[in-house]
C-alpha cells in the first residue's frame, strides 16, 4: 500500500506560493453562458479560462444562461448542423457549470458586482441573431436587460472573442475590441467582426484588450486570434483583472 504523507506549508513551499498568489477580491461576479461547444455554444476553453481566473481572483461566481432551444446543434467532428436534434441552452450550459447555473432571468445587477460574458458561437446564435441577421440582429430580451441594469448600475462588463457584439447592439457607443481589422495572413480570421461593430453602433479598438472606461465595458479577443491557448488564457485573465480592478473590491 502507498503511504501518502501530509502536505503542509513547511515540507511543501510551494504551497505557500500557490495559496498566496490570488488576490481575494470578494467580488460577486455574473457568468453568463450560450450552451456548451464553440459552434453552438459556449467556447469552452474561455469559459475555463475566466474561471480559473475569477478563482484566482477570490471572485464568488455564479453562472447563469437564458432557459432557451439552441438555434441549432453542431457536430463538432464534422462542423455541421445535426439532423433532427434541438437542446436547450440552460441545459447544455449546465455542463460547464458542473450543474450549478440558474436561469438568466433570476440575475440581478442587484446582486453582483460585475457579469462575464464568454464567446463562442452561441453568443452570435443563442444570445443573439447576430451570426444570421449581422448588424440588424436582436439580442435576447434577458441579455439586453442584463447589459442595460449593470451599465445603468456602474458596474463593470467583461466580454470576450464574438460576444462584445451584444454589448455594441445594446450600448451605443460603446468601445470595445475584438482584435484587428484586417486577416494579417490568417491570424485573425474573423476581423470582419470589427466592421460590423461599428455598423452596429459601437466603436472598434485595434487591440489586444481594451478599457473603456467611460462604460465600465472591458474586452479581449480571445479566438478571434488564431494564436497558442496560453495566450488566449493569458489574455482572459487581463479582462478578468480589469473587470475585477473595476469592482472596487
Known amino acids: 500500500m502507498l503511504a501518502f504523507r501530509a502536505l503542509t506549508p513547511k515540507s511543501c513551499p510551494s504551497l505557500v506560493r500557490i495559496h498566496t498568489s490570488a488576490r481575494w477580491s470578494g467580488a460577486r461576479v455574473a457568468v453568463v453562458l450560450s450552451g456548451c461547444g464553440v459552434y453552438d455554444g459556449t467556447e469552452i476553453h474561455e469559459a475555463s479560462a475566466i474561471l480559473v481566473h475569477l478563482s484566482r481572483g477570490g471572485a464568488e461566481v455564479q453562472m447563469f444562461a437564458p ?5 441549432h446543434v453542431i457536430d463538432h467532428r464534422k462542423g455541421q448542423p445535426a439532423e433532427m436534434e434541438t ?10 457549470a458542473r450543474g450549478s447555473i440558474a436561469d438568466l432571468a433570476k440575475l440581478s445587477a442587484g ?5 462575464i460574458f ?13 451570426a444570421v441577421d449581422g448588424k440588424d440582429c436582436s439580442v435576447n430580451e434577458e441579455v439586453e436587460r442584463v447589459l442595460k441594469d449593470f451599465h445603468k448600475a456602474g458596474k463593470p ?18 468601445e470595445v475590441t475584438v482584435g484587428h481589422e484586417e486577416e494579417r495572413g490568417g491570424r485573425w480570421p474573423y476581423a470582419g467582426t470589427a466592421q460590423a461593430i461599428v455598423a452596429l453602433g459601437g466603436k472598434h479598438k485595434v487591440k489586444e ?11 479581449s479577443p480571445a479566438f478571434m ?8 488564457f493569458d489574455g482572459i485573465g487581463a479582462m478578468v483583472r480589469d473587470v475585477l480592478k473595476l469592482t472596487g473590491k
Open 157 to 174: 462588463i467583461g466580454l470576450c472573442c464574438i460576444s462584445p457584439v451584444l454589448v455594441a447592439k445594446v450600448l451605443p457607443g460603446v
Open 225 to 232: 486570434c488564431d494564436t497558442k491557448l496560453h495566450l488566449i
Open 67 to 71: 432557459d432557451v432551444e439552441q438555434m
Open 118 to 130: 464568454p464567446g463562442g458561437f452561441g453568443a452570435a446564435k443563442n444570445l443573439s441573431s447576430f
Open 209 to 219: 484588450a481594451h478599457v473603456d472606461m467611460k462604460n465600465k465595458v472591458v474586452t
Open 111 to 115: 446582486s453582483h458586482d460585475a457579469v
Open 87 to 96: 437542446r436547450n441552452v440552460l441545459a447544455e450550459s449546465a455542463r460547464i
